[in-house]
């Protein structure tokens, strides 16, 4: 038996991989949410850019990090790399790797994505929903292997102070930007391959993942790392003459600068930890082992019970950036130059704070055997992440 895993080297999938690989074979998934069988020396395929060398390097730099011990040099030699790229026929595949990768295949991890909010369209759409056709077709040629799908939870797109339940696709609303509108259509291309194949898949909904550890230089950043970047090159540019530079220096006393946000300030959104959206992965992949995978697709949200309040995220961000108001406001009259270029990096995900939308976890509480709710995400844990 074997594995497939596509964005080894991304945000998630670097942590997926990990607990792959730390838990000693990537055959069957346990009830327990941990994976491991008699033949510890089953192979994880990783699909990437680049040479199979450089994949690889790309693939230890980025488990490295993580908390917990790295997996060891035994678990490594597991890891198989293939140059592949989403936007290519046949994923850019020769007919014998394909051969190989779906030699005992058993499972298809599909975490392959590009995040770009603001992205070209056509580029978004020639990796998310290209690609994953992609990763179908190949998966087509493994029988046995059950695939599953990371998404996101923000494919509801404009729908507002709603309940999502796990099971609603809708585009009625339509979406706030091409990355959500491509996730949606790649979720209706596996509905279309169930339907037409008569196989099985699973889709993973997580919303906005966060962690409090730094994220090192040269490896995928959170979101709120991205925002926080932003806001740093934004001071910088300042200068000391409007305090920015003081303030990134820690010098700044009282109120230095004043920025305003685009934003409802009474909004919310859905953070949950990257950490224990992967546990709660690996245990909904042990449940659909254990319980058996008839034909059709069984949808999960990976989130936060409760949502964090955009006044609380506002908070950590005057507090990691001393001498800073920050005034969220829907609309903003009279930009200062700083707050323009904030508007023009951020305008994609200031309507995000205004969706005071709940999601559905029925499917994930019954799949996950125990595992208990993720923590509060509170301003100390918020800080940490900036």
């Known amino acids: 038996m074997a594995v497939l895993l596509t964005g080894a080297t991304g945000f998630l999938g670097c942590r997926i991989l990990r607990a792959l690989l730390a838990a000693g074979s990537a055959g069957t998934v346990g009830s327990a949410g941990t994976v ?24 230890e730099a980025a488990m490295a990090w993580l908390e917990n011990p ?11 790399c293939f140059s592949a790229d989403l936007t290519r026929p046949g994923l850019g595949l020769e007919p014998g790797e394909r051969a190989q990768i779906t030699d005992r295949l058993t499972s298809v991890w599909h975490c392959g994505a590009f995040l770009g909010l603001q992205s070209d369209p056509v580029t978004l759409y020639r990796t998310n929903v290209l690609g994953t056709r992609g990763v179908l077709e190949l ?25 999502v339940t796990e099971d609603d696709l809708s585009d009625a609303e339509g979406f706030h930007v091409s990355y959500e509108e491509t996730k949606h259509t790649a979720e209706r291309l596996i509905h279309a391959w169930c339907r037409r194949t008569g196989r099985a898949a699973t889709i993973l909904r997580p919303s906005l993942l966060i962690t409090d550890r730094r994220v090192p230089d040269g490896l995928p950043d959170q979101p709120l790392g991205v925002l926080a970047r932003l806001v740093e090159n934004m001071l910088r540019i300042n200068g000391d003459g409007t305090g920015g530079a003081r303030i990134l220096r820690g010098e700044a006393h009282g109120t230095a600068m004043t920025v305003r946000i685009p934003g409802d300030p009474a909004g919310s959104l859905n953070l949950v930890q990257a950490d224990y959206a992967v546990d709660a992965m ?101 800080l940490r992440a900036l």
């Open 70 to 80: 790295p997996p060891g040099p035994e678990a490594l030699r597991r890891v198989r």
């Open 139 to 163: 998966a087509q040629e493994a029988p046995a292997a059950h695939v599953l799908h990371v998404s996101t939870a923000f494919v509801a797109g404009r729908r507002h102070g709603v309940h």
């Open 36 to 59: 491991g069988t008699d033949e510890p020396d089953e192979p994880v395929h990783v699909l990437g850019r680049g040479t199979p060398q450089e994949l690889h390097a790309r693939v």
């Open 282 to 382: 690996m245990r909904v992949m042990a449940h659909r082992a254990t319980a058996g995978t008839g034909p059709g697709v069984h949808t999960v949200h990976v989130t936060h019970p409760h949502n964090t309040p955009v006044a609380l995220v506002k908070s950590a961000f005057e507090a990691r950036y001393s001498g800073t108001a920050v005034e969220i406001m829907p609309v903003i009259p009279f930009p200062t130059p700083m707050e323009a270029g904030v508007i023009a990096n951020t305008t994609h995900l200031s309507a995000y704070t205004a969706q005071r939308r709940t999601y559905d976890r029925t499917h994930l509480r019954h799949a996950v055997d125990g595992l208990p709710d993720p923590s509060p995400i509170d301003r100390a844990y918020l």
